[in-house]
Protein backbone atom coordinates (compact mmCIF):
# COMPACT_ATOMS: atom_id res chain seq x y z
CA UNK A 1 0.00 0.00 0.00
CA UNK A 2 1.74 3.18 -1.33
CA UNK A 3 1.92 5.96 1.81
CA UNK A 4 -0.08 9.20 1.03
CA UNK A 5 2.10 11.96 2.00
CA UNK A 6 0.14 14.78 0.85
CA UNK A 7 -2.56 13.33 3.48
CA UNK A 8 -0.01 12.57 5.95
CA UNK A 9 1.66 15.93 6.09
CA UNK A 10 -1.68 17.29 6.18
CA UNK A 11 -3.15 15.75 8.90
CA UNK A 12 0.41 16.12 10.82
CA UNK A 13 -0.17 19.73 10.42
CA UNK A 14 -3.54 19.60 11.34
CA UNK A 15 -2.03 17.29 14.54
CA UNK A 16 0.42 19.85 15.61
CA UNK A 17 -1.87 22.83 15.80
CA UNK A 18 -4.48 21.22 17.42
CA UNK A 19 -6.64 22.58 14.64
CA UNK A 20 -10.21 22.45 15.10
CA UNK A 21 -10.85 21.75 11.08
CA UNK A 22 -12.98 18.81 10.55
CA UNK A 23 -11.07 16.18 8.10
CA UNK A 24 -12.27 12.92 6.34
CA UNK A 25 -10.41 9.86 5.83
CA UNK A 26 -11.63 7.20 3.40
CA UNK A 27 -9.50 3.65 3.54
CA UNK A 28 -7.40 1.65 5.56
CA UNK A 29 -3.99 3.75 4.92
CA UNK A 30 -5.94 7.23 6.08
CA UNK A 31 -6.77 5.54 8.80
CA UNK A 32 -3.54 4.37 10.43
CA UNK A 33 -1.94 7.58 9.44
CA UNK A 34 -4.66 9.64 11.27
CA UNK A 35 -4.72 6.77 14.39
CA UNK A 36 -1.13 7.57 14.81
CA UNK A 37 -1.48 11.18 14.54
CA UNK A 38 -3.74 11.22 17.61
CA UNK A 39 -1.56 8.94 19.38
CA UNK A 40 1.80 11.00 18.42
CA UNK A 41 0.40 14.10 19.77
CA UNK A 42 -1.81 12.35 23.46
CA UNK A 43 -0.82 13.03 26.44
CA UNK A 44 -3.01 11.71 29.01
CA UNK A 45 -5.68 9.14 27.85
CA UNK A 46 -6.99 7.86 24.80
CA UNK A 47 -10.40 5.43 24.38
CA UNK A 48 -10.40 3.33 21.77
CA UNK A 49 -14.00 1.57 20.71
CA UNK A 50 -13.38 -0.77 17.83
CA UNK A 51 -14.26 -4.28 16.36
CA UNK A 52 -10.70 -6.08 17.35
CA UNK A 53 -7.57 -4.51 17.02
CA UNK A 54 -6.20 -6.92 15.00
CA UNK A 55 -5.73 -4.91 11.16
CA UNK A 56 -2.34 -5.76 9.81
CA UNK A 57 -3.16 -2.13 8.04
CA UNK A 58 -3.72 0.03 10.60
CA UNK A 59 -3.65 -1.12 14.66
CA UNK A 60 -0.75 -3.70 14.03
CA UNK A 61 1.12 -1.36 11.66
CA UNK A 62 4.81 -0.55 12.84
CA UNK A 63 4.15 3.59 12.70
CA UNK A 64 0.54 2.86 14.78
CA UNK A 65 2.43 0.97 17.23
CA UNK A 66 5.71 3.47 17.29
CA UNK A 67 2.76 6.24 18.55
CA UNK A 68 1.21 4.17 20.78
CA UNK A 69 4.04 3.07 22.41
CA UNK A 70 5.43 6.48 22.95
CA UNK A 71 2.14 7.34 24.58
CA UNK A 72 2.56 5.30 27.07
CA UNK A 73 5.60 5.90 27.57
CA UNK A 74 4.89 9.32 28.94
CA UNK A 75 2.39 7.62 31.25
CA UNK A 76 -0.65 8.10 29.44
CA UNK A 77 -3.58 5.83 29.89
CA UNK A 78 -5.52 4.28 27.05
CA UNK A 79 -9.18 2.51 27.53
CA UNK A 80 -9.94 0.05 24.93
CA UNK A 81 -13.88 -1.75 24.26
CA UNK A 82 -13.83 -4.28 21.70
CA UNK A 83 -17.28 -5.77 20.20
CA UNK A 84 -15.10 -8.57 18.85
CA UNK A 85 -12.37 -9.76 20.95
CA UNK A 86 -11.00 -13.29 20.43
CA UNK A 87 -8.35 -14.36 22.66
CA UNK A 88 -6.30 -16.96 20.48
CA UNK A 89 -6.01 -14.03 17.68
CA UNK A 90 -5.23 -11.47 20.30
CA UNK A 91 -2.60 -13.58 21.98
CA UNK A 92 -0.27 -13.13 18.97
CA UNK A 93 -0.44 -9.75 17.36
CA UNK A 94 1.84 -6.86 18.31
CA UNK A 95 -0.67 -4.47 19.68
CA UNK A 96 -1.96 -6.53 22.45
CA UNK A 97 2.00 -7.66 23.06
CA UNK A 98 2.52 -4.47 23.71
CA UNK A 99 -0.48 -3.84 25.90
CA UNK A 100 1.21 -6.43 28.26
CA UNK A 101 4.47 -4.65 28.73
CA UNK A 102 2.12 -1.36 30.31
CA UNK A 103 -0.78 -3.21 32.37
CA UNK A 104 -0.81 -0.83 34.48
CA UNK A 105 -1.92 1.78 31.55
CA UNK A 106 -4.36 -0.23 29.59
CA UNK A 107 -7.67 -0.87 30.41
CA UNK A 108 -9.12 -3.64 27.64
CA UNK A 109 -12.85 -4.29 27.84
CA UNK A 110 -15.39 -7.09 25.86
CA UNK A 111 -18.80 -5.58 25.01
CA UNK A 112 -21.65 -7.24 23.01
CA UNK A 113 -22.76 -2.96 22.61
CA UNK A 114 -23.33 -1.96 19.34
CA UNK A 115 -22.88 2.44 19.14
CA UNK A 116 -25.07 3.52 16.51
CA UNK A 117 -25.01 6.63 14.55
CA UNK A 118 -27.50 7.43 11.36
CA UNK A 119 -28.48 3.61 11.62
CA UNK A 120 -24.79 2.17 11.10
CA UNK A 121 -22.34 0.76 13.42
CA UNK A 122 -19.58 3.27 14.10
CA UNK A 123 -15.81 2.38 15.53
CA UNK A 124 -14.12 5.86 17.25
CA UNK A 125 -10.56 7.15 19.04
CA UNK A 126 -10.33 10.07 20.98
CA UNK A 127 -7.34 11.26 23.00
CA UNK A 128 -6.85 13.88 25.63
CA UNK A 129 -10.52 14.88 25.95
CA UNK A 130 -10.36 16.61 22.88
CA UNK A 131 -9.39 15.09 19.46
CA UNK A 132 -11.49 12.38 17.83
CA UNK A 133 -11.64 9.86 14.64
CA UNK A 134 -15.10 9.14 13.86
CA UNK A 135 -15.35 5.79 11.64
CA UNK A 136 -18.57 5.81 10.23
CA UNK A 137 -17.74 3.27 7.56
CA UNK A 138 -16.60 0.41 9.36
CA UNK A 139 -16.04 -1.96 6.48
CA UNK A 140 -14.21 0.81 4.46
CA UNK A 141 -12.82 2.89 7.21
CA UNK A 142 -15.03 5.76 6.30
CA UNK A 143 -14.47 8.29 8.87
CA UNK A 144 -14.18 11.98 9.88
CA UNK A 145 -12.04 13.80 12.88
CA UNK A 146 -10.87 16.62 14.89
CA UNK A 147 -7.65 17.47 17.05
CA UNK A 148 -10.02 19.89 19.06
CA UNK A 149 -13.19 19.73 19.05
CA UNK A 150 -14.34 18.69 23.00
CA UNK A 151 -17.76 18.80 22.48
CA UNK A 152 -17.85 15.58 20.07
CA UNK A 153 -15.32 13.68 21.96
CA UNK A 154 -17.69 14.55 25.23
CA UNK A 155 -20.87 13.16 23.03
CA UNK A 156 -18.40 10.20 22.02
CA UNK A 157 -17.13 9.13 25.48
CA UNK A 158 -20.86 9.91 26.87
CA UNK A 159 -21.97 6.93 24.49
CA UNK A 160 -19.45 4.27 26.40
CA UNK A 161 -21.21 4.91 29.31
CA UNK A 162 -24.65 3.48 28.00
CA UNK A 163 -23.20 0.30 27.60
CA UNK A 164 -22.73 -3.30 29.15
CA UNK A 165 -18.80 -4.32 29.25
CA UNK A 166 -16.62 -6.49 31.02
CA UNK A 167 -13.27 -5.89 32.16
CA UNK A 168 -10.53 -8.58 30.51
CA UNK A 169 -7.55 -8.91 32.28
CA UNK A 170 -4.18 -8.32 30.50
CA UNK A 171 -1.85 -10.98 31.14
Do not use: W
Not at 8 to 19: G, H, N, Q, T, V
Not at 113 to 129: A, E, K
Not at 136 to 161: E, H, R, W
Amino acid sequence: MAVDVLYEDFIERLASMKSDQDFFNNNSEHARIVLTALFRHANVDATVYCMNLLSEHVSNAPEYLEAVKGFLERKGLIRVYLTDYNEERAAITPVYQLFKKYPEQVELYRTDSRIIYNGVPVHFTCTDGQAFRLETDITNKKAIGNFNNPQVVQILLKSLKDIDAQQIPIS
